[in-house]
Nanobody, 121 residues
Framework: QLQLVESGGGLVQPGGSLRLSCVAS????????IMWFRQAPGKEREGVSC??????VTKYEESGRFTISRDNAKNTVYLQMNNLKPEDTGVYYC????????????????WGQGTQVTVSS
């Protein structure tokens, strides 16, 4: 069964850090890319960062505070988020598609359920 499951969200104070995880089941990560998207309340879903099977990263959020990585042995992709700001609040999703990182949600055909990140004092 093809499935992506996110975890690691929560409530954090401004300046804090979180690490999100995306576990892929039934998916060949050698031929699929994993992208992290986020959706703030009342806003469109936007790309954060994408990683290919060879570790090549495409960043769509360019503040330098977010780092994507993968552990192929665990079929897991991570998003390390540092120095979080209130504007980072939203639901974070991981998504998969074949081979190439693209920045728009409609290009992705497999999605996780999302994990809520709230940055607030």
């Amino acid at each position: 069964q093809l499935q992506l499951v996110e975890s690691g969200g929560g409530l954090v104070q401004p300046g804090g850090s979180l690490r999100l995880s995306c576990v892929a089941s039934g998916l060949n990560l050698d031929t699929n890319v994993i992208m992290w998207f986020r959706q703030a309340p009342g806003k469109e879903r936007e790309g954060v960062s994408c990683i290919r099977h060879n570790g090549f990263v495409t960043k769509y959020e360019e503040s330098g505070r977010f780092t994507i990585s993968r552990d192929n042995a665990k079929n897991t992709v991570y998003l390390q988020m540092n120095n979080l700001k209130p504007e980072d609040t939203g639901v974070y999703y991981c998504a998969a598609r074949d081979y190439v990182c693209l920045g728009f949600p409609s290009a992705y055909n497999l999605w996780g359920q999302g994990t809520q990140v709230t940055v607030s004092s």
